[in-house]
């Protein structure tokens, strides 16, 4: 039994805020703005993950009402996420993930972000794939005032 999922997530982006990617801390003169550590690719992932049951979405599961998820770091919401999964039953196949963002350079960082992510999901780092792309400028992520993030997961029960 194979299930399929996709989550898509923006964030604002700040001078002088932390910018997390992937479950790892960039280096960069802007962060997301955000309830949690605002990690838009985690975000995604999780959306995928519970899409791919029909389970909702992360703000269902983790409301950025709530003060216990206030500056929480995402790799937290992952592994929540990933248990919810779990105990349906279900185990990630792979995940393909694709960021749009200016700035910076995503290429040195991709490595560290498959090996937070992998561990998470008890997969090996070529199960995770992680693609950028910028916009050439244009739109809000041209402008660096915003980054996206979107995932597609594939499970299998066994
Ligand atoms: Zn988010």
Redesign the pocket.
């Known amino acids: 039994m194979y299930r399929i999922g996709q989550g898509t997530?923006f964030?604002q982006l700040a001078e002088g805020k932390e910018l997390w990617l992937g479950g790892v801390k960039i280096p960069h003169t802007k962060g997301a703005v955000?309830h949690s550590d605002?990690d838009?690719l985690l975000?995604a992932l999780c959306d995928a993950l519970l899409g791919a049951l029909g389970l909702g979405d992360i703000g269902k599961h983790f409301p950025d009402t709530d003060i216990r998820f206030k500056g929480i770091d995402s790799k937290v919401l992952l592994q929540r996420t990933y248990s919810k999964i779990r105990e349906k039953g279900y185990w990630l196949i792979n995940a393909d993930c694709t960021l749009l963002l200016q700035a910076p350079k995503i290429a040195p960082h991709v490595e560290a972000m498959q090996q937070a992510m992998s561990r998470i999901l008890n997969v090996s780092r070529e199960d995770i794939s992680i693609k950028a792309t910028t916009t050439e400028q244009l739109s809000f992520i041209g402008r660096e005032e915003g980054v996206v993030a979107t995932a597609i997961v594939l499970l299998q029960k066994f």
Request: aromatic share 0%; hydrophobic share 35%; glycine share 16%.
């Open positions: 997530d964030h955000a605002g838009v975000h």
